[in-house]
């Protein structure tokens, strides 16, 4: 199992920049692909991004990509999301999560909230205009 903790949201200027950590626990982090989804209030949890377990393939949302950038660090069991220019429709609650079964993505290279098993707790992003 892991355990996962994410840290670094908060308010961002609209077209600033924040970054977003998750910190995993345990010594099976490389076994893991991982995922950050968001939800806004009233909507259901999107995918934003995934990194498959060696780091060398990313994923993302058609609505971030070429603004967020997905990373992870092995030796310090964490992954990244790089937020550059945020908009006003990127507010939610991220959340940071773990696939043990490296499920391939969808047809629009997506991922499904179903196909972790494991989730952090969640950080607030709040983006000002």
């Known amino acids: 199992q892991v355990q996962l903790v994410e840290s670094g949201g908060g308010l961002v200027q609209a077209g600033g920049s924040l970054r977003l950590s998750c910190a995993a626990s345990?010594?099976?982090?490389?076994?893991?692909?991982m995922g950050w989804f968001r939800q806004a209030p009233g909507k259901e949890r999107e995918f934003v991004a995934r990194?498959?377990?060696?780091?060398?393939?990313?994923y993302y949302a058609d609505s971030v990509k070429g603004r967020f950038t997905i990373s992870r660090d092995h030796a310090k069991n964490s992954v990244t999301l790089q937020m550059n220019g945020p908009t006003p429709e990127d507010p939610a609650v991220y959340y940071c999560?773990?696939?043990?079964?490296?499920?391939?993505?969808?047809?629009?290279?997506?991922?499904?909230?179903?196909?972790?098993?494991?989730w952090g707790q969640g950080t607030q992003v709040t983006v000002s205009s």
């Open positions: 990194i498959n377990r060696s780091g060398l393939r990313t």
């Open positions: 345990g010594r099976t982090f490389v076994l893991y692909d």
């Open positions: 999560a773990a696939d043990r079964d490296a499920h391939p993505p969808t047809w629009r290279g997506e991922s499904l909230p179903s196909e972790y098993g494991f």
